[in-house]
């Protein structure tokens, strides 16, 4: 093995526009990769601003900064080869670009020349379009390079390249956020690419999380034969050293499990949002429920109970049961409990609003909403005073039909479970309670019929579908585009049923617009994914 | 005049994703045309589906309906030639497309070319770009068709085109949105267009608010000489009959008074928000300062004083003064005044916390808030109980920098000043009492200190520079993306106050992320102009 390359796939955790903490972060990995007579070590796609840095990039001094970090970078080059990606500004045209320096200097720059501009991308918006390809010889390899959606396209003209510049090995640097299943989708377009092109890939993809996005990591080294021959940690940076030529052996398997994935996702968004915003604590609204307890069980995987701040707001619609099991539940996970009964404040507000605006009204949405938003009140102002990033507890299902308060419980700085469905949400729970069996989330939570406990005796059955059935809907309709007569099709569900959901979605995008950002899983988020206009007289029938 | 072709600009309104409505009020305007014995009708871009259609666009059987809406419409062009833009898939492409029927069949279709997606834009999301080009001869004139952008861009391609195919006439269809000074600017394009290619050009623009977007029409007819020969309205809906050739005459300019435009840009977008999201009535809290006087002062324009209820909600922190002026203001401008005391409110939840989690703590900026929220509570249960759409009163400078409250005066449906620094605001008062001096924010309103009254004696200047600097950085930074050097240069402002605001600017965009849409009217609004993370390391020094 004396003509080995050592070849390191840094998949590290960069935050967007932190130029000079991701530089540092990128010298003192090349650095140790120099140590360990590492030949080649490449980084993510964009990875000096951060993956996606949105409008930073319109601005001129931001990519001067980065200018300035990429010659630091070269400078720390001796002896070794880095693959890096940055933004770089050709004249006027700005393009998502890979840089490959060998020994301090520059051996070529490579422009992205796929640039993904639907669901959560904007790249359009900011690059031209790269339409030169490129590869270098490094001892004795020839290595060709790309980057990100440029492997997901069947390129013609890529091919040709490749077969008239014959190389032994493609470095695709990539920002790939992820979604449930997206591990075995880009294994597999990866994997395909391999054996069409009969070239060697080596995938470095980002680990983080940003805002409304989690990058998985999970880099790959695929066989000309289309061969997992090594799978990088995923949801955890690592700096993988390979050996090149690529030999089979043992090796790391893509997951099956997606619940698994989904946790571990869900957990390192949580805990990059707090982080990379300068929480270190959390601060929940504790209600018996699922919800609470969902968001309560990730926020201890990702920040520990210490840092989770619990609050039981109840009224007397607020059964004993619900203060017990909000009880047991910070027990079990070992976080601190407070209670602030909000009974006399709300009996002030409805004092006020009857003594003369409301007098001879009935009660309706409107005091259910104004518990919410006391309670949100009372969780912002302790947030307001400690510092303690609050959590909203609200589930995509909610979100979805409008079944959350607008500055209630749709407050917070994050929604950890805006994209899980409630039925996923359960699925979460059981598995939580399985893998962290000393820190069980209870049963009784569980197990009982969800309510908002907003009005007497409620149940969210009173004016929902069951979540099943709201869940199959919510998924064709929005992931999948289908119309009400095709979920009726694949459903069987009524079809006032379907109409009344799918009305109810539509009409609740105001209301999504003004929640906090969440954490996408699915294959379409609310959020950057799917844009949807407010004010909209679409009909689906 | 006997070989005169009569030509009319549909600049209409119409409604995102309201294909039915839309559609009728297209065959009316063709209807009403062939009575007038028009020859040629034409309709702004995209139409049928409304601009912008955002992810809606996505949805086959909404590309479906408007498919069967352009067969109805086609049926309806007997003796008539019309010229309307719409969506248009072929195959697994979509087009932002014009098609041109005459008399009942179809004439051809011209896809568009150049795709803006920058600034509010997303055309890359959705459509391909279409490469050819598409002129038609109808009773002996020979006419080019583009679509908006097309318009802006220098294309040699184009140039070539209509050298080889020489036409008359260009007719450009747009859903061109307002911004200040944008009516000038697109004079000057299109005017150098007509020139540059020697053909007259009639340019019809939509007119219409939709979310943060208002399209101001202001269709013009423009000779080959590049010489405005007719101005549509603008703000308002025309059909304007032109006749070909066209022939110089007394015309209506562009109007050089941009506050007017302004103005009207907020009438207009107050009005079409709450119309087009069923609501005739709105809520606006009154603290007898500017800002809540000058959204009473457009409401009062856009849908009558007796569509407005406002809300005084005072504690010990407001002065006499303030509800006094808030008195004056709802006489002035003859809407409902109610008043509603949250002392206690506030007192209730002050003696909750205090009693033990903030016990021996000092008060701050959560305390301030807390009234801010309170507020928003009472005006959102107003709002939820008679179905009133909640006007937020924030201006752009304050949302710029956070000096307002998430879930408290950040909260309505709609911030009809988000776009409208605070030294624009002092103007538009100042406007609106010449132009309406009967109905007058009064002058204490408009001269005295601003202050959020969140605590005693509190000035905005406590914790602001004066707005007049505010304004400029914010201007300089926002709009003209320019670093904290060039700030210092250009205003000679104290460097720390710049790196201060443009920390603070930076620092709030979660603030932003959960507020209400605004109205566009600057060249760089917040919302989908500025697209910013919320997780953000960037220092601009």
Redesign the interface.
């Known amino acids: 093995m004396k003509n080995d390359l050592k070849i390191c796939m840094s998949q590290l955790n960069f935050?967007?526009?932190?130029?000079d903490?991701n530089t540092s972060k990128i010298i003192e990995a090349i650095k140790n990769c120099r140590k360990k007579k590492v030949d080649i070590v490449c980084f993510p796609e964009l990875c000096i601003s951060?993956y996606?840095?949105?409008?930073?990039l319109?601005?001129?001094?931001?990519i001067k900064k980065i200018n300035s970090s990429l010659k630091r970078i070269a400078d720390e080059t001796r002896n070794i080869c880095c693959v890096i990606g940055h933004p770089y500004r050709v004249k006027e045209n700005l393009y998502n670009c890979a840089s490959v320096f060998i020994n301090q200097k520059l051996c070529g720059r490579y422009y992205k020349n796929h640039l993904p501009?639907?669901g959560v991308f904007?790249e359009?918006?900011y690059f031209q379009t790269g339409n030169e390809f490129f590869s270098f010889e490094y001892k004795k390899t020839k290595i060709a390079i790309s980057i990100c959606e440029d492997i997901w396209v069947n390129d013609k003209k890529f091919k040709k390249y490749l077969k008239d510049n014959p190389s032994k090995l493609l470095i695709n640097i990539s920002a790939s956020p992820y979604s449930v299943k997206k591990e075995k989708l880009r294994f597999k377009k990866v994997s395909n690419f391999a054996k069409k092109n009969q070239i060697d890939v080596l995938y470095c993809n980002l680990i983080g999380?940003?805002?409304e996005l989690i990058f998985d990591g999970s880099s790959m080294a695929i066989s000309e034969h289309g061969k997992l021959i090594y799978k990088a940690f995923s949801f955890k940076e690592e700096n993988k050293i390979i050996n090149y030529p690529l030999r089979s052996k043992k090796i790391r398997k893509i997951p099956s499990n997606n619940i698994d994935s989904i946790f571990n996702a869900l957990v390192l968004g949580v805990r990059?949002?707090a982080l990379?915003?300068n929480f270190t604590k959390v601060i929940i609204g504790i209600s018996g429920g699922i919800d609470s307890a969902v968001v309560s069980a990730i926020s201890k995987v990702a920040l520990g109970g210490k840092n989770i701040y619990g609050f039981a707001l109840p009224t007397e619609y607020n059964s004993d049961e619900s203060l017990q099991l909000a009880k047991n539940l910070s027990d079990n996970l070992a976080f601190k409990l407070?209670e602030?009964?909000?009974q006399?404040?709300f009996n002030?507000?409805i004092s006020?609003?009857y003594s003369n605006?409301?007098k001879d009204?009935k009660w309706?949405?409107?005091?259910e909403?104004?518990q919410s938003?006391?309670r949100?009140?009372?969780l912002?102002?302790?947030s307001?005073?400690f510092n303690y990033l609050l959590l909203s507890t609200g589930n995509k299902s909610e979100m979805s039909v409008g079944y959350s308060t607008?500055?209630g419980d749709l407050?917070g700085?994050l929604a950890p479970l805006k994209d899980i469905p409630k039925t996923l949400v359960y699925r979460i729970a059981k598995y939580y309670n399985k893998k962290y069996p000393n820190n069980k989330i209870p049963a009784g939570i569980i197990n009982r019929e969800p309510s908002a406990e907003l009005k007497p005796n409620q149940k969210d059955s009173d004016s929902l579908p069951p979540y099943k059935d709201l869940d199959k809907i919510l998924n064709l309709y929005v992931e999948s585009?289908l119309?009400i007569n095709e979920i009726f099709t694949a459903t069987k569900i009524d079809k006032r049923i379907i109409k009344k959901i799918v009305d109810l979605i539509d009409k609740n995008e105001?209301k999504r617009?003004?929640?906090?950002?969440g954490i996408k899983v699915t294959n379409v988020a609310f959020g950057k994914d799917?844009?949807?206009?407010?004010?909209?007289?679409?009909k689906?029938y």
Chains 1, 2 share one sequence.
């Open positions: 935050k967007v526009g932190a130029i903490n951060g996606p840095p949105e409008d930073l319109i601005n001129k001094f931001f501009n639907y904007d359009k918006r999380g940003q805002d990059d949002y990379k915003n407070g602030l009964s909000i006399k404040i002030e507000n006020l609003l605006l409301f009204l309706d949405i409107a005091e909403n104004l938003r006391i949100s009140n009372l912002m102002a302790i307001n005073k607008i500055y407050s700085g585009f119309s105001f617009r003004q929640g906090p950002p799917r844009r949807f206009p407010i004010t909209n007289g679409f689906n």
